[in-house]
């Protein structure tokens, strides 16, 4: 039996064309913050390693090169808190996406199954659930599923994608500790820790405040493109617990879903150097400086939204009533019904513009009309 599309939700951003189209009408252009897709050029330091490893004639190591796992378990001791991080137990990825929309297929859940995530999300743990055959559950409350058997994958994600908000380490340990008393496994996508706009810390699954120390059950997800503005390269990995990851290689071998050899030596050479991800985060701080207030002064209220690359954002009103606010303003955002139906009274505004643009849409917001 082939896989139906009906059982899959309809490709969201197909339905903001018309929006699109109205906002480019404007007399001034169209300012794109809809999607969070970086702008900035790729760091100099990441494309001398990509070309110096362009020579590649031979078929890359599906586990990735040894000095590159070694550098994700160094990143996540230096920048995230997770020391222990088992080089073995790392495992490269092509973005993201693709690991978040197969994992529930390759963890052999189907029906009957359940998989958890956030009620407000990135819908893509929603559709990777489907693809399964298992059912989704948005909920934020643990006891929504405490105790439950058929719970065998548990999604969380903070900083959130779409709202901003991060979780403290308490709540993830409790994530964890429900997780591990009836054999579900918890997923933490964490892909925008590096862009906190508090200073509060970002806990990683791995840290030993949340996982007490050991990985079992737990897998953490990242993902270079936004730090390191390597969206193009779909440069990321999982990491985590190693009798999780042993079997995800196999299968991968088996797929052939394989990071380049190039991608592997850029992506060393980006965890390794911690100075371009601080100019970026200083790029993305000055554009949100720029558009918050303007968003503010426009009659929105910016909830969360403390880390990541976004303004979660309502007019008390139906978030399509707001994209049509925008749009006659030529700005595009994206509506909150993409992520749920806890999210229909909000858009995501993109941090994610160039300087003009940013510029523009903040005076467009802040004139009074």
């Known amino acids: 039996m082939g896989l ?11 339905s903001l064309a018309p929006y699109r189209a109205r906002a480019a009408a404007h007399p001034d252009g169209l300012v794109d913050l809809s999607v969070g897709t970086p702008v900035d050029p790729t760091p100099a330091v990441v494309r001398d390693a990509l ?9 890359p190591t599906t586990h990735g090169t040894a000095v590159l796992r070694e550098a994700v378990a160094g990143w996540f001791a230096r920048r995230r808190h997770a020391p222990g991080v088992d080089p073995a137990a790392v495992l490269p990825t092509v973005g993201s996406k693709e690991l978040v929309a197969t994992l529930p297929a390759y963890l052999g859940l189907g029906e009957g199954d359940i998989v958890v995530h956030p009620r407000a999300a990135y819908p893509t743990y929603d559709v990777g659930a489907r693809l399964a055959g298992a059912t989704p559950l948005a909920a934020d409350d643990v006891d929504a599923w405490r105790g439950n058997p058929a719970v065998r994958l548990v999604w969380v994600n903070s900083p959130s994608n779409p709202t901003g908000a991060v979780a403290p380490a308490e709540h993830l340990a409790e994530v964890v500790a429900a997780a591990r008393e009836i054999g579900a496994l918890v997923a933490s996508d964490e892909c925008y820790a590096e862009l906190s ?7 990683s699954i791995l840290d030993p405040a949340v996982c007490g120390g050991s990985h079992e059950g737990v897998l953490a997800v990242y993902s270079l493109s936004k730090q390191s503005n390597l969206a193009g390269y779909r440069a990321a990995f999982v990491a985590g617990d190693p009798a999780v990851i042993a079997p995800l290689l196999e299968v991968r071998k088996h797929a052939g879903l394989i990071v380049p050899a190039p991608v592997q030596a850029a992506m060393v050479a980006a965890l390794r150097d911690d100075a371009h991800v601080a100019e970026q985060k200083e790029r993305y701080r000055a554009r949100r400086a720029a558009l918050l207030p303007a968003v503010e002064s426009a009659g929105f209220r910016v909830e969360h939204s403390e880390a990541g690359l976004y303004l979660w954002a309502t007019r008390g009103e139906d978030c399509w009533q707001t994209l049509d606010y925008l749009a006659e303003r030529g700005i595009l955002a994206a509506p909150g019904a993409f992520y749920g139906e806890a999210a229909r009274r909000h858009v995501r505004i993109a941090l994610t513009a160039s300087d003009s643009g940013v510029s523009a849409a903040s005076s467009r917001l802040a004139k009074r009309e």
């Open 4 to 14: 139906s599309p009906r059982s899959l939700p309809d490709f969201p951003w197909d």
């Open 51 to 59: 070309a110096a490893a362009a020579d590649a004639p031979g078929y």
């Open 197 to 203: 706009w508090t200073g509060a810390p970002v806990p």
